[in-house]
């Protein structure tokens, strides 16, 4: 039973997102020292000035031993809710994380340069190549007219916090987006091109290329293949009648091999769930899950395992 305690709580660490991230906390010294930076910021006078003071701390975060300590936290603690165990991005769910993102960026949101909930884990490609300072908001909240903000040195303080880019922290891209399973590619699930939700999913999808990055689409394929593998993989685990059996479908840790019979499918099972919840791209997963009443081949799967619906 101890051993069934460990999978679990393995499985249920794992956290994930293009979809929502799950919520997280920080340890309340690490987040007193990002409101003292932030409040350092808040402080100044005029836009200009905080603008520039933001660039100023965040180029020095790792300048003394207690701030490079603070911030190796919360790039170990944004790896939480990075994907799967190898902490990929959290934009493109493929390459490996390797930077903090600021949703809003600090150059135009120097009011959230330091506050937590702004910060996201992600590879050097989505943060540095695509979405960079990029960043639209609406006019007000009662319209769809957009606002492109770009980061000059007029030094113009955004007239809101109103963004069409999707915030993964606080909102489910899939909310806006729906995945072809097929050909791998990202809709938008609004189909009247004058709402804002339909330019938030242009927006978002444009903006980190999502579609146009032909090693993502072909990713996002060969992960719908690799889910259906697993999928199969987990049915014949239940289907199994010896340990024999089961070694031939799945590959036992030590931890499996040494427990009784009785036992053994159940582990192998929640060893084959941890495995779901470390792969890539998890939006193709929450997609399949969606749409397993259209798709007649993944119907005839979940439903011999109609748990599985309920994973994360």
């Avoid at 906390?25 to 987040?31: F, N, P």
């Amino acid at each position: 039973m101890l051993l069934l305690f460990v999978f679990f709580t393995a499985i249920q660490a794992v956290l994930y997102s293009m979809i929502k991230t799950n919520p997280t906390t920080i340890r309340k010294g690490i987040l007193n020292h990002l409101q003292k930076l932030q409040g350092q910021i808040d402080a100044l006078p005029t836009y200009k000035a905080q603008v520039k003071e933001a660039k100023v701390l965040w180029q020095n975060k790792k300048k003394t031993n207690p701030q490079k300590a603070a911030f190796n936290r919360v790039e170990k603690e944004l790896q939480k809710i990075a994907i799967g165990d190898k902490h990929y991005c959290n934009y493109c769910e493929a390459n490996l994380g390797t930077t903090i993102e600021h949703i809003y960026p600090r150059g135009l949101f120097p009011n959230k340069t330091f506050v937590w909930e702004n910060f996201l884990w992600t590879c050097k490609q989505c943060n540095g190549k695509h979405k960079v300072s990029q960043f639209q908001i609406f006019k007000n909240t009662n319209s769809s007219e957009i606002i492109n903000l770009v980061k000059d040195y007029s030094f113009v303080r955004p007239s809101n916090e109103d963004a069409v880019f999707i915030n993964p922290r606080v909102e489910n891209p899939l909310d806006y987006l729906q995945l072809d399973l097929e050909n791998g590619l990202f809709e938008i699930k609004e189909t009247n091109p004058d709402a804002r939700a339909y330019k938030r999913a242009f927006y978002t999808i444009e903006t980190l290329q999502l579609n146009a990055r032909k090693g993502l689409v072909a990713n996002r394929q060969k992960a719908y293949q690799n889910y259906q593998h697993l999928l199969q993989q987990y049915i014949d685990i239940q289907k199994s009648t010896s340990s024999e059996a089961l070694m031939a479908i799945f590959s036992l840790s030590n931890n499996v091999k040494k427990a009784p019979w009785e036992e053994q499918k159940k582990l192998a099972s929640l060893e084959l769930q941890t495995i779901f919840s470390n792969q890539a791209h998890p939006s193709v997963w929450k997609e399949m899950q969606r749409q397993v009443a259209s798709i007649p081949s993944l119907k005839k799967l979940f439903q011999q395992v109609p748990e599985t619906l309920d994973w994360a």
